[in-house]
């Protein structure tokens, strides 16, 4: 392979974002589908311009629509989501596979590896990635099941029914020897893009408050070792901080906004194991 080729491959992610602005017709439409933030679709049309060298999209009446170079572009990225998808098949699967695929956001695999038998989890294949990812598997069918986080509500969907969802309330956390010196930046424990990250940093900026990124990772696990080394602060749900952290009550931090719990399923999983989506219900849904 030749190097000076490497940096011009296109995530598959960009692709997809492009299908999907497509046929939602516009960026706002396609980000609530896709689980992204319009800055991050933004950020990934323009990537993609860039690569082909002019505008794909441009405003109409109706939202936006694809311009000549990007119907061109539109083509190819349904080629290369095609080919992606079927990659992804080559597994293949069995007459008498009756595994479920559920997907979860990172930081509730512990609570769910911890509360489910050995036996509950024999026909379980779990997924754990951040929540936007989750909610991109269950609409494009990679998983059967979906327990993640948003900050907005789910756009309806044939083939996805939402099982339950509520408000899950989030909490800042810190070491027990973590301090902050008055005046300096708040160290931030995160990863850009993410729902947690958003949340603080929504808290912070309508506070008015500065803040430093200290840590930043896409591991959910390494982010909390940050935590309990008392680098900095992050945020998990209320129920899931974990011991020796502690949930930071100071007076000087913001409060954070609610995000939401959704329990989601393919349509018409509920008959095929509707005692699975019941106990998932009464374990992460039930106040």
């Given at each position: 392979m030749h190097r000076r080729y490497q940096h011009l491959s296109i995530p598959t992610e960009i692709m997809r974002s492009?299908?999907?602005?497509?046929?939602?017709?516009?960026?706002?439409?396609?980000?609530?589908?896709?689980?992204?933030s319009q800055p991050a679709m933004s950020a990934q049309i323009k990537r993609i311009e860039h690569a082909v060298g002019g505008s794909i999209f441009q405003k109409s009446a109706n939202g936006s629509a694809t311009t000549e170079l990007g119907k061109l572009v539109l083509v190819q990225a349904r080629k290369i989501l095609e080919?992606?998808?079927?990659?992804?098949?080559?597994?293949?699967?069995?007459?008498?596979?009756?595994?479920?695929r559920l997907g979860l956001s990172n930081v509730y695999s512990q609570k769910i590896i911890e509360g489910m038998s050995k036996s509950d989890l024999a026909n379980i294949c779990i997924y754990a990635?951040?929540?936007?990812?989750?909610?991109?598997?269950?609409l494009d069918g990679f998983i059967d099941i979906g327990i993640f986080l948003s900050l907005s509500e789910m756009p309806p969907d044939s083939a996805v029914d939402i099982i339950g969802q509520r408000d899950d309330e989030v909490t800042w956390v810190r070491s027990h020897d973590f301090t902050l010196s008055p005046g300096a930046p708040v160290p931030l424990l995160t990863w850009p893009g993410q729902i947690m990250h958003d949340l603080m940093i929504q808290a912070l900026e309508r506070k008015g408050m500065v803040y430093r990124?200290?840590?930043?990772?896409?591991?959910?696990?390494?982010r909390i070792e940050a935590a309990k080394a008392g680098i900095g602060l992050t945020i998990l749900p209320k129920d899931l901080v974990p011991a020796p952290s502690i949930s930071a009550k100071e007076y000087y931090l913001p409060v954070l906004g609610s995000p939401k719990i959704f329990l989601c399923a393919r349509t018409g999983f509920r008959e095929k194991n509707g005692k699975l989506l019941d106990d998932l219900h009464a374990r992460f849904l039930a106040i």
């Open positions: 492009v299908v999907g602005i497509s046929e939602a017709g516009s960026i706002t439409k396609a980000a609530k589908l896709l689980g992204l080919a992606n998808d079927q990659l992804l098949l080559l597994r293949g699967t069995s007459p008498d596979d009756n595994s479920t990635d951040n929540s936007a990812e989750i909610a991109k598997c269950l990124i200290a840590f930043s990772s896409p591991d959910y696990y390494a």
